[in-house]
């Protein structure tokens, strides 16, 4: 049976009406079937092929053009059509076999209906494929006499010409399911349903809860399933009371077979009887929910208060649904990821908004600053060389401050692009540790905060593997930042040496050195420490504009420590109750300790 996807494809070009007179059967022949045709809802014929249309004396040019003609129509006209509007409506494909009248003949055909897609106007035509299936002379098959046959034949009264019809269509009626039309019915509504919106969650309860109402069953659930997962979880569900809801459980396909199997072949598994189980299922039927040829999601009907055989009509339509349901799932899912994304960039759009007004605040200060104090010094306002040199002083100062300003946003740049280069070698701590007090300390003093560094007791030099400056440049923010969100109390820096092996760039390094930078400061509340590291985002932009900065410092020192080797992580018990940083530097080599009694290197290993 040829797909959905193969009629829109392969009927492009014959959608349109072909003039009569013309050669129109190759493009259709084409599509390999026995009999293809197109036509409207008022069955008007725009293109036909049948590869037995000269044994039976019909023309295809003819046929072209004509709503009902002799050489070949639906033997009940009416209901016919009524089929073909009903596949324009919901635009669902049906398959059902109908007789039709070519010439003298009746000829039952095994038919597939299916919408031609138009993206530019509304549906107007479809595209019917099938074959034969009852033989040459059927009606000299049936259980009448022959000479009843002959007589109908050579007898063109309406009266026996109806009574064939009825006859005819009412064995073909015989051979469907009796519960078919309803269940067509009931697959129009639903989908319809599922089309009206594009939110996952409402496309799944919809479907569990309608779909478990129509087939009577003790529940119905929806499973959402990815094809890396060894599991599937229950995202919706509909039950009957009293039994026990399965929604939100996470089923492994590796204890469930019935489940690994409807997702593997992608075809319907209906159980009359299972083994007992703590939801009470004793029928089941399965089908995989696919996008694409590849599964998505799991619809699953079960009976628990008996067991129930799974008839072909209901097996077929919960599989007709399932179609509908994975294209749904899949557009609802393609629909949210574009608004995550759309909500994740428009985010970012702000955040470097904010960014940017504060960065060029933040620039125009010590800019102003520089301007103003050269300004003095050229207008001779300086009253002598002692407050000129001040004035000199303040203006190199704020100049240091634009450069660091500067730097931070072409390092972020940098790191947001893929560019940063760090150069490796053996660092001094005691020097890393003496420069940042050179730089960090009269700033605490200036503000009467205490401030202490603690070093690792040992007999040798300390060394350890990264990037001095870029060591610095961190050191640098994580004190510089306590100092200025300290008002009372202090800072505190300290050190300590944790023997660990450790694999970076292939390379075995001894241990690590673990780096804690504690304040007493304003601190930051819980719910807003997951934004310290993003690149863009302050915790609250009244801080920087209160304290200054560019709130890049932590985002940069990380992205910087990682690319060392090393993690960082931030701790405060909240707003008012201070902070502390810590942050690790491979270990170039291991040191000589000189123990202490009580304490235990491993101590602030296990702290962090």
């Known amino acids: 049976m040829t797909s959905e996807a193969d009629f829109h494809t392969s009927v492009a070009e014959t959608s349109g009406l ?137 007898v063109n009264g309406w009266d026996l010409h109806q009574k064939l019809l009825s006859e005819i269509v009412g064995s073909i009626r015989r051979t469907l399911p009796p519960a078919a039309e309803l269940y067509q019915k009931l697959l129009s509504k639903i989908a319809r349903d599922i089309r009206r919106t594009l939110d996952f969650e409402t496309i799944c ?86 996008y694409q040829e590849r599964a998505n999601g799991l619809i699953g009907l079960y009976q628990c208060d008996k067991s129930r055989p799974w008839s072909v009509a209901e097996i077929e339509f919960v599989q007709e649904l399932a179609e509908q349901v994975g294209t749904a799932v899949a557009h609802a899912l393609l629909y949210k990821q574009l608004q995550e994304a759309r909500e994740q960039a428009e985010a970012v759009s702000r955040l470097k908004s904010e960014f940017l007004a504060n960065t060029s605040h933040e620039l125009r200060t010590p800019l102003n600053g520089i301007i103003g104090f050269l300004k003095l010094i050229s207008d001779g306002m300086a009253d002598d060389p002692e407050e000129q040199q001040e004035f000199i002083s303040e203006a190199y100062r704020s100049a240091l401050h634009l450069l660091n300003i500067i730097n931070d946003v072409l390092d972020i740049a940098k790191i947001e692009a893929g560019k940063m280069q760090i150069d490796f070698s053996p660092v001094k701590l005691n020097e890393l540790l003496d420069a940042v007090a050179h730089h960090t300390q009269p700033q605490a003093e200036q503000k009467n905060l205490y401030y202490q560094i603690k070093k690792p007791q040992t007999y040798d ?59 007493t400061g304003i601190g930051v509340p819980l719910d807003k420490q997951d934004r310290l590291f993003q690149s863009f985002s302050q915790v609250d932009s009244s801080r920087t504009r209160q304290y200054g900065g560019t709130g890049l410092g932590l985002a940069i020192s990380q992205k ?49």
């Not at 599937?232 to 459980?249: D, H, K």
């Not at 009372?488 to 450790?502: F, L, N, P, T």
């Open 205 to 290: 309860q919809q479907t569990a809860q309608e779909l478990g109402q129509a087939m009577g069953v003790s529940r119905c659930i929806v499973c959402s399933y990815k094809d890396t997962a060894n599991f599937v979880q229950v995202i919706a569900e509909y039950r009957q009371e009293p039994f026990v809801s399965m929604l939100g459980q996470k089923l492994q396909l590796a204890s469930e077979p019935y489940l690994q199997r409807a997702l593997a072949s992608l075809q319907p598994v209906a159980v009359e009887q299972v083994p007992a189980n703590e939801f009470g299922n004793q029928s089941l039927l399965l089908v995989a929910t696919c």
């Open 18 to 154: 072909v003039p009569k007179g013309e050669d129109n059967s190759s493009p259709l022949q084409s599509l390999g079937a026995e009999l293809a045709f197109t036509q409207d809802a008022t069955g008007l014929c725009k293109s036909f092929y049948w590869q037995q249309a000269k044994q039976y004396g019909v023309e295809a040019q003819r046929v072209v053009g004509s709503r009902m003609t002799e050489m070949f129509m639906p033997v009940a006209p009416v209901p016919y059509l009524e089929r073909i509007r009903r596949v324009l409506e919901s635009l669902i494909p049906e398959r059902f076999s109908y007789p039709f009248r070519v010439g003298e003949n009746y000829l039952i055909f095994d038919l597939i209906v299916s919408p031609i897609m138009n993206p530019t106007e509304a549906v107007n035509t479809v595209l019917v494929m099938g074959r034969q299936i009852s033989p040459a002379g059927w009606i000299q098959k049936s259980e009448r006499s022959r000479e009843e046959t002959e007589l109908i034949l050579k």
């Open 560 to 608: 910087l420590i990682e690319a060392m080797g090393g993690t960082i992580n931030f701790y405060s018990m909240g707003e008012g109750l201070g902070s502390t940083v810590t942050f690790t530097i491979l270990l170039y080599q291991e040191p000589v300790m000189i123990s202490e009694p009580g304490t235990d290197s491993l101590d602030l290993l296990l702290e962090m």
């Open 461 to 519: 030099e300390i060394l350890v593997f990264g990037n001095y400056q870029r060591l610095l440049q961190v050191m640098l923010n994580l004190v510089g930042n306590a100092i200025k969100f300290t008002h009372e109390g202090g800072v505190s820096i300290s050190a300590e040496v944790v023997r660990q092996k450790v694999i970076f760039q292939n390379q075995e390094f001894p241990g690590m050195v673990v780096i804690r930078v504690a304040d």
